[in-house]
Each structure stands twice: as C-alpha cells, then as structure tokens.
C-alpha cells in the first residue's frame, strides 16, 4: 500500500493475556517509530528502528513490552500480561532514513478489560 | 525522544482569526523540525518543516518559525477554519540514529 499500514485497527484484550500489534511501513523506509497515545494526551515514544542498527528502547515502559523488525521492513509490538493501563492507541510511524518527515498509520486501539 | 503524558494545553480562537502555536525544542543541536497535525481518531499528518540552516518557511495558509537563540519553534495558520480544529504536535531531530522527539501538543479550537 502507498502509506503505513496498522493492524489490527482495534483490539479489545482480557487483562493478563499478551497481545501483537503489527505495522507495515512505507516500502523502503528504514527508519520505524512506535508510539503510544493515551486519549486526550500526547505522543509517548516507545521504540525506534534504524536500518540494521540496534533499536533505541528507552521508552518501552515496562519489560513486558518488545518489538521486533524484521528483514528491515515490517515491525510487531508485542505486549505480555496486558494491564488496563497499557489501554490507549498505539501508532506506528515510517520514514525514509529518521532525518525526513515521519508517516503515521492510523493506529491500533487497545482496550484492556 | 519521548513525549510527557500531560493533558494538551488549549488554544481557542474564532474563525477567520489567526493562530499562534509555540513549541519550546529540548535539544539546541536539532537539525530539522516538523509540524503535524492530528484529527480526532486519526494519525498525526505532516503540515510542513523547516530545517535548522532557516528561520522561516511559508505553506498554503501556515507559516513555521525558526528561534534557535531560545530552542522556540512556532506554528502560524492565517485565516482559521473549522477544519483547523486538531492537535498540533512539533517535532525534532538530529537524524539519522536519533529518530523523532514530539513535543507535548497544542489542543487547536476554532470558534464558530
């Protein structure tokens, strides 16, 4: 597809069971963002990927949060023993090489019950 | 980079006004900068950019300024419409390795 692409687009979990959110970005670009939203607030960075360089995980909040990228292209954020704290959208961001404009997808939903 | 989870502030203005958004940049060796804009129940899209060798930059009705004496960007929209009504986040970067910080947001009303 031409733009970043999120899934799933909503996501309703039991609290305890582990979750994977997925996000294909823009062909060809190296550079990965996730970020999370809570409502009416703003962007909390998660994770980034550059190219084949180790990613900077300094604002997973917990170490039950990871993601992964693999082959360079399609990244999953995965959640374990979900929390109803962790409830809020979580967007995805590509761009070409992390010094030009970011594309977002329209996010995943996540609602902890 | 990371954003504090705090309630956005909020800038009102009427219809037809002009508007002001500022962001105070954390970093003074910031090498570009971006402007979103997020509607409700969508993804921040980009409006426009300035790289730090500019002091300013004009798009179709938006402005962005450039102060890298205080770390101050801002955002101007002439002429506002209810379509303008959105979250406003600024952005920075140094590029390459360190990737995009996002400021706080500015919650953007238009009145009627």
């Known amino acids: 597809g031409a733009g970043v692409s999120q899934s799933p687009s909503n996501k309703v979990t039991e609290k305890g069971k582990d979750v994977e959110l997925r996000c294909d970005p823009i062909?060809?670009?190296?550079?990965l963002y996730w970020y999370r939203q809570s409502l009416g607030q703003g962007l909390e960075f998660l994770i980034y990927?550059?190219?084949?360089?180790?990613?900077?995980k300094s604002g997973l909040p917990s170490d039950r949060f990871s993601a992964e990228r693999t082959g360079g292209s399609v990244s999953t954020l995965t959640i374990q023993r979900t929390q109803q704290e962790d409830s809020a959208v979580y967007l995805c961001?590509?761009?070409?090489?992390?010094?030009?404009?970011?594309?977002f997808g329209q996010g995943t939903r996540l609602t902890v019950v | 980079g990371e954003s504090v989870g705090l309630h956005l502030p909020t800038l009102s203005v009427q219809e037809g006004d002009n508007s002001i958004i500022n962001c105070a940049y954390s970093n003074s060796a910031s090498d570009y900068f971006i402007w979103y804009k997020q509607e409700s129940g969508k993804g921040p899209q980009f409006i426009i950019d300035i790289r730090s060798n500019m002091d300013k930059r004009q798009g179709q009705r938006v402005t962005v300024l450039l102060n890298k004496t205080v770390k101050h960007l801002s955002l101007q929209i002439a002429a506002t419409q209810p379509g303008d009504s959105a979250v406003y986040f600024c952005?920075?970067?140094?590029?390459?390795?360190?990737?995009?910080?996002f400021g706080k947001g500015t919650h953007l009303i238009i009145q009627p």
């Open positions: 062909s060809g670009h190296t550079a």
């Open positions: 990927f550059q190219g084949n360089s180790a990613p900077d």
């Open positions: 961001a590509s761009s070409w090489d992390g010094y030009t404009e970011a594309f």
């Open positions: 952005a920075e970067t140094l590029g390459g390795a360190d990737g995009l910080t």
